[in-house]
């Protein structure tokens, strides 16, 4: 499986939050969102400070994708 944030890309244009404030108040770094931006695997401990700030769910800001390479 992969993951996707396009979900949470999405969600900080519909609630017109800029990244670098988001960071900031879910004490993220910028490493964070780069690798959220790459569809790379994160902590869940993040996820869960970033549903809280968006006041949101996992499944609002992400989504398990079957690999096309199988």
């Given amino acids: 499986m992969k993951v996707s944030y396009d979900k949470f890309f999405k969600l900080l244009i ?4 800029k990244k670098g404030e988001l ?5 993220i770094s910028t490493n ?9 695997n994160l902590n ?3 996820l869960v ?19 096309v390479d199988k």
Wanted: hydrophobic letters at 40%.
């Fill in 14 to 17: 519909d609630k017109k939050i």
């Fill in 23 to 27: 960071c900031k108040k879910a004490c």
């Fill in 32 to 40: 964070t969102m780069a690798r959220m931006a790459k569809g790379q």
């Fill in 44 to 46: 869940v401990d993040l």
């Fill in 49 to 67: 400070r970033i549903c809280e700030v968006l006041n949101c769910t996992m499944d609002d800001i992400m989504e398990l994708l079957p690999d």
